[in-house]
């Protein structure tokens, strides 16, 4: 068969299987700064990357001597829902009193979730004189 | 550990809280398992000292205070990034700005400051306003003008791009999260035919230089002053693709059926103000050939509709002007806003498609919790319950784009913000 026909039925056009002189030339270079790709000239640019505020240092509270009948609050942050949170914190709460006497556990759901800070749940941990603070649990 | 305890632990205390605050670990996903999996996690291992969960979290709680944990007050460190990169050839440049992240890793037009300055004639606004000043994950950047500039350049703008892209930029960093959330970016008003922004044939496909550098600039600057860095402060799981482009288009308000406003018009700004809106969503469901009369087009958008979150009952209809004119003409839709009711009022899922995902969990149950209605009622519903989730529609959007070619749309979950003000910015 002829070579033009067998390509017209594969339908692939003949002209782009023998294609043109141009194609074989390397692709025009894109545009670049002011000196050229592959260039040993130094140039200056500018920085797009803006510097971070480093936070101020915040120290974390002291700590306990030990769990014997203090009062933990288990904040659950609702993170992809609440219960997996509960369950943890259900745990948690069995393992404490099996091995701290009086130890105490109050599991708080935040009202905001994750994403703000729950007014009424920072008043009860001080209304409540909270010894210690679970917070979690993110994913 | 290259993974978010380890962004908690670094990134968030040094530019956050400032809190060296004390972690211990599971395994993730800690959501959606079992319950006696996650019960166990109690009884098994803390993933960062490797010892039993319930001994690190009393050393947490109980172990004297380390003299780093102690520290108070201005850091002594600071971060410091120059104005000018230090002078170097094209290919090592090109090479930091690939190692620090800059940009999306395609060709960039590297900021000469001579470049930048024919960027700021742009506008008449100064090179060193304030803009605002991003503090999402930490950091409190100040994104000057000049700064938006420099993103401007790097993706390829001209001049008379910058007043949209500096709207756009009161609108960055672009949307993040875990999951693959991305960006929708409408263009309407005059601009929109000025700049020859595309909202004809393949308004959202890869044919209109506007539409390209401009949506490029989103991402571009989004990555710089919202300092997003794969697996230092950029935790999306499967990432997005859309995020390249974030989906810029401009509405065809031309072919807008007699009644449809533009969707700059339904936020009260005037038909002759140019205007960038940006949403934010996940899900995009297209559409597939042309509609048929045995379906009409809005109950089968009304049927896609129930794959999405209705998280905050957003949803943003896409749609070619030929099924605009249907749903006016074949439907009896005389305006925009009684095509949103009409799907705010029909759109239904059943109680357990709308709690069994992550983020109404997330969001919506706090809520609930709270007796706050419908949602306290809705979780007490059976799971086989129909309910109907987009409860406001002024939070159904729809948007008219596209060359007329086919009747197709798309449905998607995208919450749209209230659009800024591109003269604004000129």
Same mark, same amino acid.
Request: aromatic residues 8%; proline residues 7%; without cysteine.
């Given at each position: 068969?002829?070579?033009?026909?067998?390509?017209?039925?594969?339908?692939?056009?003949?002209?782009?299987?023998?294609?043109?002189?141009?194609?074989?030339?390397?692709?025009?270079?894109?545009?670049?700064?002011?000196?050229?790709?592959?260039?040993?000239?130094?140039?200056?640019?500018?920085?797009?990357?803006?510097?971070?505020?480093?936070?101020?240092?915040?120290?974390?509270?002291?700590?306990?001597?030990?769990?014997?009948?203090?009062?933990?609050?288990?904040?659950?942050?609702?993170?992809?829902?609440?219960?997996?949170?509960?369950?943890?914190?259900?745990?948690?709460?069995?393992?404490?009193?099996?091995?701290?006497?009086?130890?105490?556990?109050?599991?708080?759901?935040?009202?905001?979730?994750?994403?703000?800070?729950?007014?009424?749940?920072?008043?009860?941990?001080?209304?409540?004189?909270?010894?210690?603070?679970?917070?979690?649990?993110?994913? | 550990?290259?993974?978010?305890?380890?962004?908690?632990?670094?990134?968030?205390?040094?530019?956050?809280?400032?809190?060296?605050?004390?972690?211990?670990?599971?395994?993730?996903?800690?959501?959606?398992?079992?319950?006696?999996?996650?019960?166990?996690?109690?009884?098994?291992?803390?993933?960062?000292? %490797?010892?039993?969960?319930?001994?690190?979290?009393?050393?947490?709680?109980?172990?004297?205070?380390?003299?780093?944990?102690?520290?108070?007050?201005?850091?002594? !460190?600071?971060?410091? !990034?120059?104005?000018?990169?230090?002078?170097?050839?094209?290919?090592?440049?090109?090479?930091?700005?690939?190692?620090?992240?800059?940009?999306?890793?395609?060709?960039?037009?590297?900021?000469?400051?001579?470049?930048?300055?024919?960027?700021?004639?742009?506008?008449?606004?100064?090179?060193?306003?304030?803009?605002?000043?991003?503090?999402?994950?930490?950091?409190?950047?100040?994104?000057?003008?000049?700064?938006?500039?420099?993103?401007?350049?790097?993706?390829?703008?001209?001049?008379?791009?910058?007043?949209?892209?500096?709207?756009?930029?009161?609108?960055?960093?672009?949307?993040?999260?875990?999951?693959?959330?991305?960006?929708?970016?409408?263009?309407?008003?005059?601009?929109?035919?000025?700049?020859?922004?595309?909202?004809?044939?393949?308004?959202?496909?890869?044919?209109?230089?506007?539409?390209?550098?401009?949506?490029?600039?989103?991402?571009?600057?989004?990555?710089?002053?919202?300092?997003?860095?794969?697996?230092?402060?950029?935790?999306?799981?499967?990432?997005?693709?859309?995020?390249?482009?974030?989906?810029?288009?401009?509405?065809?308000?031309?072919?807008?059926?007699?009644?449809?406003?533009?969707?700059?018009?339904?936020?009260?700004?005037?038909?002759? %103000?140019?205007?960038?809106?940006?949403?934010?969503?996940?899900?995009?469901?297209?559409?597939?050939?042309?509609?048929?009369?045995?379906?009409?087009?809005?109950?089968?958008?009304?049927?896609?509709?129930?794959?999405?979150?209705?998280?905050?009952?957003?949803?943003?209809?896409?749609?070619?002007?030929?099924?605009?004119?249907?749903?006016?003409?074949?439907?009896?839709?005389?305006?925009?806003?009684?095509?949103?009711?009409?799907?705010?009022?029909?759109?239904?899922?059943?109680?357990?498609?709308?709690?069994?995902?992550?983020?109404?969990?997330?969001?919506?149950?706090?809520?609930?919790?709270?007796?706050?209605?419908?949602?306290?009622?809705?979780?007490?519903?059976?799971? %086989?319950?129909?309910?109907?989730?987009?409860?406001?529609?002024?939070?159904?959007?729809?948007?008219?784009?596209?060359?007329?070619?086919?009747?197709?749309?798309?449905?998607?979950?995208?919450?749209?913000?209230?659009?800024?003000?591109?003269?604004?910015?000129?």
């Amino acid at each position: 068969m002829n070579r033009r026909k067998m390509l017209a039925l594969l339908g692939i056009s003949p002209a782009l299987v023998t294609g043109t002189p141009a194609l074989g030339k390397p692709a025009a270079r894109p545009p670049a700064g002011d000196s050229y790709e592959g260039s040993e000239e130094r140039i200056t640019v500018m920085n797009p990357a803006i510097a971070n505020k480093l936070a101020p240092r915040v120290a974390l509270a002291p700590r306990l001597k030990d769990l014997n009948n203090k009062l933990i609050y288990m904040i659950n942050l609702s993170w992809e829902g609440p219960d997996a949170a509960n369950y943890f914190y259900g745990a948690m709460t069995d393992w404490l009193h099996q091995h701290y006497t009086g130890v105490r556990t109050v599991v708080k759901v935040t009202a905001e979730g994750m994403f703000g800070t729950d007014p009424s749940v920072l008043k009860a941990i001080r209304e409540d004189h909270a010894d210690a603070v679970v917070v979690g649990v993110a994913g | 550990m290259n993974n978010i305890v380890h962004y908690a632990l670094t990134y968030v205390r040094k530019y956050d809280t400032g809190m060296p605050l004390r972690f211990v670990a599971v395994p993730f996903p800690f959501t959606g398992q079992p319950k006696e999996v996650d019960v166990g996690y109690v009884t098994g291992k803390d993933m960062l000292t %490797d010892q039993p969960m319930m001994h690190a979290v009393v050393d947490a709680l109980t172990k004297p205070l380390t003299p780093e944990e102690k520290i108070t007050g201005a850091p002594a !460190e600071e971060s410091v !990034e120059p104005r000018l990169l230090p002078p170097d050839t094209e290919d090592n440049l090109r090479a930091l700005f690939d190692e620090r992240g800059w940009a999306d890793y395609n060709w960039i037009n590297l900021p000469t400051e001579k470049k930048v300055m024919a960027m700021l004639r742009g506008t008449s606004h100064k090179p060193d306003e304030v803009i605002k000043t991003i503090n999402i994950t930490g950091g409190a950047r100040p994104l000057t003008v000049e700064k938006v500039a420099i993103s401007a350049v790097m993706a390829g703008a001209s001049p008379e791009h910058f007043p949209v892209i500096l709207a756009l930029a009161t609108q960055a960093p672009f949307g993040n999260s875990t999951s693959s959330m991305a960006n929708m970016v409408v263009i309407n008003g005059p601009i929109a035919k000025k700049l020859k922004f595309n909202s004809g044939t393949n308004a959202m496909g890869p044919y209109n230089r506007s539409n390209a550098v401009v949506g490029r600039a989103f991402t571009i600057l989004s990555k710089t002053a919202g300092d997003l860095r794969n697996g230092i402060n950029a935790w999306e799981s499967l990432g997005s693709n859309f995020q390249y482009n974030n989906i810029l288009y401009a509405e065809n308000e031309d072919a807008l059926p007699e009644g449809w406003n533009p969707l700059h018009v339904q936020m009260g700004y005037k038909p002759s %103000d140019s205007v960038v809106t940006v949403g934010t969503g996940w899900t995009s469901i297209s559409s597939v050939g042309g509609s048929q009369e045995l379906y009409p087009v809005h109950h089968l958008m009304r049927d896609y509709m129930s794959a999405l979150t209705a998280s905050g009952s957003s949803a943003t209809i896409v749609m070619d002007p030929t099924v605009a004119g249907l749903l006016q003409t074949a439907h009896g839709f005389k305006t925009k806003e009684q095509l949103s009711e009409w799907f705010s009022q029909n759109a239904q899922k059943t109680a357990g498609n709308y709690w069994g995902n992550g983020v109404i969990q997330s969001v919506v149950v706090p809520l609930a919790l709270q007796g706050l209605e419908p949602y306290a009622s809705w979780r007490k519903l059976p799971n %086989d319950a129909m309910i109907k989730p987009f409860t406001n529609p002024r939070a159904i959007h729809i948007v008219v784009t596209g060359g007329k070619i086919q009747t197709t749309w798309f449905v998607t979950d995208f919450g749209m913000r209230r659009g800024v003000k591109i003269d604004d910015w000129a």
